[in-house]
C-alpha cells in the first residue's frame, strides 16, 4: 500500500534554512508526479510545489527562488530545500502523490519559523 513519510520539520528562525525529506513506497516512485503541501493554522492545506516524473519542477509564487523542489529516485525519497524561511511559511507540510485516481498524504511535519 502507499505510504509517505515525511521528515525534517522544526523551530527555526526568520532566515533560517531547512530541508524536508518525504520517504514513499507501495509504488513505482520514478514514474509519479510528487507534490509538496502546506496548512498553515486556520487555514486551507494549499499547494506548495511539485515534481514531475522526469524531474520537471514548479512551485507557488510566493515560495520561488526561496524553496527547491527535488527527488532521488534510489531511494524513493522526495526533498523540499527551504531557504531565508519567514514566520509565514509556519505550517505543517505534507508530501502528496495522485496514485490510481486517488490522492495519497503523508501525516506531515511541522515547520515553525519565529521572528
Known amino acids: 500500500q502507499v505510504q509517505l513519510v515525511e521528515s525534517g520539520g522544526g523551530l527555526v528562525q526568520a532566515g533560517d534554512s531547512l530541508r524536508l525529506s518525504c520517504a514513499a513506497s507501495?509504488?513505482?516512485?520514478?514514474?509519479?508526479?510528487m507534490n509538496w503541501y502546506r496548512q498553515a493554522p486556520g487555514k486551507l492545506r494549499e499547494w506548495v510545489a511539485g515534481?514531475?516524473?522526469?524531474?520537471?519542477?514548479n512551485y507557488l509564487d510566493s515560495v520561488k527562488g526561496r524553496f527547491a523542489i527535488s527527488r532521488d529516485n534510489a531511494k524513493n525519497t522526495m526533498y523540499l530545500q527551504m531557504n531565508s524561511l519567514q514566520p509565514e511559511d509556519t505550517a505543517v507540510y505534507y508530501c502528496?502523490?495522485?496514485?490510481?485516481?486517488?490522492?495519497?498524504w503523508g501525516k506531515g511535519t511541522l515547520v515553525t519559523v519565529s521572528s
Open positions: 502528496n502523490v495522485y496514485y490510481g485516481g486517488m490522492p495519497y
Open positions: 507501495g509504488f513505482t516512485f520514478s514514474s509519479y508526479v
Open positions: 515534481i514531475g516524473s522526469g524531474g520537471t519542477t
